[in-house]
């Protein structure tokens, strides 16, 4: 065994000519995953709540400018009204 130390392996007594024991400690590698699990998670809330607001804002602007047709606009004043902000 590499270093005198013991492997995590069953059995314990089998002998691991290439074993090379971890040099991160469970609390860092836990620590690395949260962080970076947060960050993704951030930044894809406030990503996807930018796109709903730009699209809400374009298709606000194309209803009211009266340049969509009939068959769109109703679903389009939909999503409109459930974006806005009393």
């Known amino acids: 065994m590499a270093g005198g130390q013991p492997h995590p392996y069953v059995p314990r007594d089998m002998e691991l000519k290439e074993y090379v024991p ?34 809400v804002h374009f298709f606000s602007l194309v209803i009211h400018d009266g340049r969509m047709g009939s068959i769109g606009s109703s679903a389009l004043l939909l999503v409109y009204n459930l974006g806005k902000v009393d």
């Not at 590698?29 to 809330?45: D, E, N, Q, R």
Request: no cysteine; net charge positive; charged share 5%.
């Open 22 to 55: 971890g040099k991160l400690s469970q609390s860092t590698i836990l620590s690395v995953y949260g962080l970076s699990s947060l960050l993704v998670i951030s930044l894809v809330w406030l990503f996807s709540g930018f796109l709903l607001l730009t699209f």
